[in-house]
Nanobody, 126 residues
Framework: QVNLVESGGGSVQTGGSLRLACVPS????????MAWVRQAPGKAREVVAT???????SYADSVKGRFTISKDVAKNTLYLQMNSLKAEDSAMYYC????????????????????WGQGTQVTVSS
């Protein structure tokens, strides 16, 4: 069974920073494609950053230059460093994963991912 546990959310002022962490269990970390996905109230889920099993990174335009996704294989942890936060970044942030392929979907489609964490809330206020 694959489990993903996120942490690191919280409240921060506009322009501030947060670092989210996701610890997966039940599989070999380096063989899965992973992503951070967010969902604000009343809005669709948005994939904001992806990292594939080889370490290739991609970002949504909405966060490019501000967010950094990374993974520490030794610590078995996925991170999302979020800088220059804006009010519109407020959302529940989820860690997501899929084994090797994206199930015929774009890596930026939430449907590409088979496993999800419980989410961690990020609130940005002025």
């Amino acid at each position: 069974q694959v489990n993903l546990v996120e942490s690191g959310g919280g409240s921060v002022q506009t322009g501030g920073s947060l670092r989210l962490a996701c610890v997966p269990s039940g599989y070999i970390f380096s063989t899965y494609n992973m992503a951070w996905v967010r969902q604000a109230p009343g809005k669709a889920r948005e994939v904001v950053a992806t990292i594939d099993s080889r370490g290739s990174l991609s970002y949504a335009d909405s966060v490019k230059g501000r967010f950094t996704i990374s993974k520490d294989v030794a610590k078995n942890t996925l991170y999302l460093q979020m800088n220059s936060l804006k009010a519109e970044d407020s959302a529940m942030y989820y860690c997501a994963a899929v084994y090797r392929s994206y199930r015929g979907q774009s890596p930026f489609s939430p449907d590409a991912y088979a496993y999800w964490g419980q989410g961690t809330q990020v609130t940005v206020s002025s």
